[in-house]
């Protein structure tokens, strides 16, 4: 059964390496370098080259590992952040908190679980054409467990079906049922309970649209 579930494992792994670095976004970053070297503006240019060369390079290492340090993942979704916040300049903004009670080199997420859910939001975010595309990312220690909560302002999931945004959701959805079929093995193959929840901010009547996911790691 353990073979069985390596085997299994390692297939999502490959398919969450073409779900997150897919030719749609690879496309994207080239047009973002080839219109920053149109516009004369080479800063920019070299910076989004290098950070889109160190994604590229963290998500290969990152994608033969179970588990990575939190220091680690935060740094991977940093550099894939930045390149989002160049690319759609002023449309978006990001912030990323860490509780001080959290060792960044001690405490362990299973590898390429989070970005789906922030690429989720970033996408929800500046498409939403009332506001600035906000999102938050937080991690925090509540008892023995690694909470991260991604948070965006977007339309939010419902609005999203109303508006018949199919290709849309189903890309979205994609990177986000590998990462819950991952956590569902690692729960299987390490006995231990990664829960993921999708939460409405509309639906949940906090006053607000946009999107809650949150995230429960428990810590060995």
Do not use: W
């Amino acid at each position: 059964l353990e073979v069985e579930y390596n085997k299994r494992l390692t297939e999502l792994e490959l398919r969450a390496i073409r779900a997150q670095i897919n030719p749609h976004f690879i496309f994207n970053c080239l047009n973002s370098i080839q219109l920053f070297i149109m516009q004369e503006d080479y800063n920019s240019a070299q910076k989004y080259l290098s950070d889109f060369s160190l994604l590229i390079r963290k998500t290969l290492e990152m994608s033969k590992l179970n588990f990575v340090s939190l220091n680690d993942e935060v740094s991977y979704l940093t550099t894939y952040l930045t390149l989002e916040k160049m690319r759609f300049d002023d449309k978006m903004d990001y912030e990323i908190f860490i509780d001080p009670k959290l060792t960044l080199n001690k405490a362990e997420v299973p590898s390429m679980l989070l970005q789906p859910y922030v690429e989720n939001a970033v996408k929800h975010g500046i498409n939403n054409q009332d506001n600035k595309g906000k999102l938050k990312v937080l991690f925090e220690e509540i008892r023995e467990d690694l909470i991260c909560t991604i948070e965006d302002n977007g339309i939010g999931i419902r609005r999203t079906r109303e508006l018949g945004m199919d290709s849309f959701r189903k890309h979205l959805s994609a990177g986000m049922e590998l990462s819950r079929n991952r956590a569902e093995l690692m729960n299987k193959m390490f006995n231990t309970d990664i829960h993921i929840e999708i939460l409405d901010k509309e639906e949940s009547h906090l006053g607000e649209s946009g999107t809650i996911v949150k995230i429960t790691i428990p810590q060995f």
